[in-house]
């Protein structure tokens, strides 16, 4: 019967003082690419701003009752990410007039591992709770990743559920994390691009990320990818570099072609 509703208010890429309402602009082009520029743009170029908006119209129907943080990699090293977090943290709370005590903020760790790019920043967020009383870090150990940087889907739904129990938690909810059943591999064509030409006689490379997306002991391992074009075998590839399988196709008959594998 109680109806959850999440604002979201997200930046990719942003350093975390993007969200400080009296220190943003030093912020807004953090990259200049616009995949980084038009996220802020379609929040007025204010992210915070927006955000309080949007809280505030969610509180004449119902009732703040936490906050959700996953962000970290852009200010990887920073030892003052915890006070830059809480600074924001209090300007929230402020601006919305809730209570510390009755709107906890739950932060997420980013992708660990020696060889991912910010996995030490994982150091700086388990001292959150030392700044702010009211928080909760949300493990990301075990969860799978895409590359060196990003979880792949079942990497933040796993994520995902942790904020959930910690939730359920933090209500006197004690709840398990569920067990995983085995999940069929997936298998991504990364090269040649949807629509793409080639002059003939060109040889045409081929290349796909391929993995086992379950990450438990009921999955196995991608051992072998095999290429198709139009449902007939080009050929197959049994090793890999970091789950990308390749094959060169030469000799395509003039045409369109439809590539699977």
């Known amino acids: 019967s109680i109806r959850i509703g999440v604002i979201v208010v997200a930046v990719g890429g942003c350093d975390i003082r993007l969200f400080d309402k009296d220190i943003y602009e030093d912020y807004d082009s953090t990259y200049t690419e616009s995949w980084f520029t038009d996220k802020v743009k379609a929040y007025g170029g204010n992210p915070y701003a927006h955000l309080m908006e949007l809280a505030q119209q969610a509180q004449q129907d119902g009732v703040i009752k936490g906050i959700l943080l996953h962000q970290g990699e852009t200010n990887t090293g920073d030892q003052q990410w915890p006070q830059y977090v809480n600074k924001i943290y209090t300007d929230m709370l402020a601006d919305l007039s809730l209570e510390a005590d009755s709107v906890p903020l739950l932060a997420g760790e980013v992708t660990q591992g020696e060889s991912n790019c910010c996995a030490s920043m994982n150091t700086i967020i388990a001292t959150l709770p030392q700044v702010?009383?009211?928080?909760?870090?949300?493990?990301?150990e075990g969860c799978t990743q895409m590359d060196n940087a990003h979880f792949d889907a079942a990497g933040y739904r796993k994520l995902g559920i942790r904020y959930g129990i910690q939730s359920l938690a933090l209500m006197g909810i004690e709840v398990e994390e569920p067990s995983e059943p085995g999940t069929p591999p997936s298998?991504?064509?990364?090269?040649?691009?949807?629509?793409?030409?080639?002059?003939?006689?060109?040889?045409?490379?081929?290349?796909?990320?391929?993995?086992?997306?379950?990450?438990t002991e009921a999955d196995g391992q991608v051992v072998k990818v095999e290429f198709y074009s139009d449902?007939?075998?080009?050929?197959?590839?049994d090793s890999h570099e970091d789950h990308t399988f390749s094959w060169i196709w030469s000799g395509a008959d003039t045409g369109t072609h439809r590539i699977t594998a």
Do not use: M, W
């Open 132 to 140: 702010i009383p009211n928080s909760y870090v949300i493990s990301s």
């Open 187 to 215: 298998c991504v064509i990364t090269q040649p691009h949807n629509n793409a030409l080639f002059k003939k006689g060109r040889d045409i490379p081929i290349r796909v990320y391929a993995s086992d997306l379950g990450g």
């Open 231 to 237: 449902s007939v075998l080009l050929g197959e590839a």
